[in-house]
């Protein structure tokens, strides 16, 4: 049974571990050890839990993943999704997503960015209904691609476009 639930300062510790250990594969694919999700301390993601939406997939006892939202400007930026590589590849990471989006009524828009070359990220975001709108490289020269998904009317579901 997988449980989401709001994130608080007391769960950073533990997010901190998931994000680091999730985001190792990402600094392997780029041979950038210093992406953010790996150079963030401790304590910035405890400010972060203070000012953002952060969600957390709970399996028994464990929390196996996590995702980030800000709202800014009716957009909410979507960031650090991250789920344990031993539990990747079983939905998690798409229940975290969609339920960030069911939990931010009101936002007509969905921001997120990812790596050009993480094909697997690129082709799970283009099936929630994310498209690409930006390519640029991040500070250290990371390719990034940013793709973004706009609801037309909040249904208490995601838009499945359809
Ligand atoms: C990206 C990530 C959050 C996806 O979560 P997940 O629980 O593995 O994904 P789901 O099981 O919900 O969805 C599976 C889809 O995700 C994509 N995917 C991305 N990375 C994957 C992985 N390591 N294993 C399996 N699927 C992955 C695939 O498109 C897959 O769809 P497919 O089966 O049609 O190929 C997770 O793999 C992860 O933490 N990766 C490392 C950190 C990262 O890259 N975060 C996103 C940065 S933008």
Same mark, same amino acid.
């Given at each position: 049974?997988?449980? !989401?639930? #709001?994130?608080?300062? +007391? ?6 571990? *998931? ?8 600094? !392997?694919?780029?041979? +950038?050890?210093? !992406? ?12 972060? *839990? ?5 969600? $957390? /997939? ?6 196996? =993943? ?6 800014? @400007?009716?957009?909410?930026? #979507? =960031?650090?999704? +991250?789920?344990?590589? @031993?539990?990747?590849?079983?939905? !998690? ?10 939990? *931010? ?11 050009? /070359? ?8 283009? $099936? ?9 490289? @991040?500070?250290? =020269?990371?390719?990034? *691609?940013?793709?973004? $998904? ?5 249904? =208490?579901?995601? @838009?499945?476009?359809?």
């Amino acid at each position: 049974m997988l449980r !989401i639930e #709001v994130a608080t300062a +007391a769960d950073a510790g533990e997010l901190w571990t *998931v994000q680091r250990a999730a985001y190792v594969s990402e600094a !392997i694919v780029y041979d +950038a050890a210093r !992406i953010p999700p790996l150079t963030e301390t401790l304590e910035e993601l405890t400010a972060r *839990v203070r000012y953002a939406l952060i969600l $957390k /997939a709970i399996a028994g006892h464990r929390l196996v =993943g996590t995702v980030s939202g800000r709202i800014e @400007d009716g957009t909410c930026h #979507v =960031g650090r999704l +991250a789920v344990v590589p @031993d539990m990747q590849g079983r939905g !998690i990471g798409t229940r975290l997503l969609t339920d960030l989006e069911a939990r *931010v009524p009101g936002v007509t828009r969905f921001e997120l960015f990812t790596g050009w /070359a993480s094909a697997a990220n690129v082709r799970l975001y283009n $099936k929630l209904g994310y498209v690409e709108f930006d390519r640029r490289p @991040d500070p250290i =020269g990371v390719p990034l *691609v940013y793709l973004e $998904k706009r609801q037309t009317s909040y249904s =208490g579901r995601p @838009d499945t476009g359809s």
